[in-house]
């Protein structure tokens, strides 16, 4: 692997969601359960984190979480942390901040339902190299129209041409689509609100301080938010 080594040995793996848009497979099975390609959705992504040389993986549950669990506790690699949101499920920015002891500065962050197919490098060691601790509080790693598959919404942010994001504005269309992979600093979580709420409150912090950036993947990513996404994303895996 050419370029710089990989920025961090940990990611955390979102995973504690309610899969509503997954219903009625989520009726008895959390949504990382859901199979797709012949495996769940959670193996997809820790798969990927073991392929590119991550160590360690945090995992949130909260919907269904015994059964998640169980089921990550099979594996060897990489190896898994819960961070148990049974009590009350916090949302992604709250969980992010329940974790945080478990987590370096920086570290990568993934939603537990993402299906990709990697470019030339993977979409960490892709977040890696563009990585620079000294202006950014977060990198989401981007993809455009043409690369994102069974996706029909109008996407998420403008990206200029240092990577510094901005947010689409409302009823106009925005370019790029956040792939749910991020890289994170510990200064995106500081003075975060107590409880429950969302990182888009951090990332809206970032984007006013200049700091939130993007890098555009090299690859194909899917979304899997439905069950009818399922079957034509199991046909464009077989095509590879």
């Given at each position: 692997m050419s370029g710089k080594p990989l920025a961090s040995d940990t990611a955390m793996v979102m995973a504690a969601g309610m899969g509503k848009r997954m219903r009625p497979l989520t009726a008895s099975q959390p949504k990382p359960l859901v199979?797709?390609?012949?495996?769940?959705?959670?193996?997809?992504?820790?798969?990927?984190?073991?392929?590119?040389?991550?160590?360690?993986?945090?995992?949130?549950?909260?919907?269904?979480?015994?059964?998640?669990?169980?089921?990550?506790?099979?594996?060897?690699?990489?190896?898994?942390?819960?961070?148990?949101?049974?009590?009350?499920?916090?949302?992604?920015?709250?969980?992010?901040?329940?974790?945080?002891?478990?987590?370096?500065?920086?570290?990568?962050?993934?939603?537990?339902?993402?299906?990709?197919?990697?470019?030339?490098?993977?979409?960490?060691?892709?977040?890696?190299?563009?990585?620079?601790?000294?202006?950014?509080?977060?990198?989401?790693?981007?993809v455009p129209h043409a690369n994102a598959k069974n996706f029909t919404g109008p996407g998420d942010f403008h990206m200029d041409q240092i990577g510094r994001l901005k947010r689409r504005a409302p009823g106009r269309i925005a370019p790029f689509i956040y792939t749910g992979i991020q890289l994170i600093s510990h200064r995106l979580l500081r003075d975060a609100p107590e409880g429950k709420f969302s990182t888009n409150i951090l990332w809206t912090r970032a984007i006013e301080e200049g700091r939130l950036f993007g890098a555009a993947f090299t690859g194909q990513w899917f979304e899997v938010g439905t069950p009818q996404a399922i079957a034509p994303t199991e046909d464009a895996l077989k095509r590879g």
């Open positions: 199979r797709v390609a012949g495996k769940p959705l959670i193996d997809h992504a820790l798969d990927r984190l073991a392929d590119a040389g991550i160590a360690r993986a945090i995992v949130n549950v909260h919907y269904l979480a015994d059964a998640l669990e169980a089921h990550v506790a099979e594996r060897d690699a990489p190896q898994v942390v819960i961070s148990d949101e049974r009590s009350e499920l916090l949302e992604t920015g709250g969980g992010l901040i329940k974790a945080r002891s478990h987590l370096p500065d920086p570290f990568f962050c993934l939603n537990a339902d993402n299906i990709w197919l990697d470019g030339p490098r993977d979409a960490f060691h892709d977040l890696s190299q563009r990585w620079d601790p000294d202006a950014m509080d977060a990198l989401l790693l981007l």
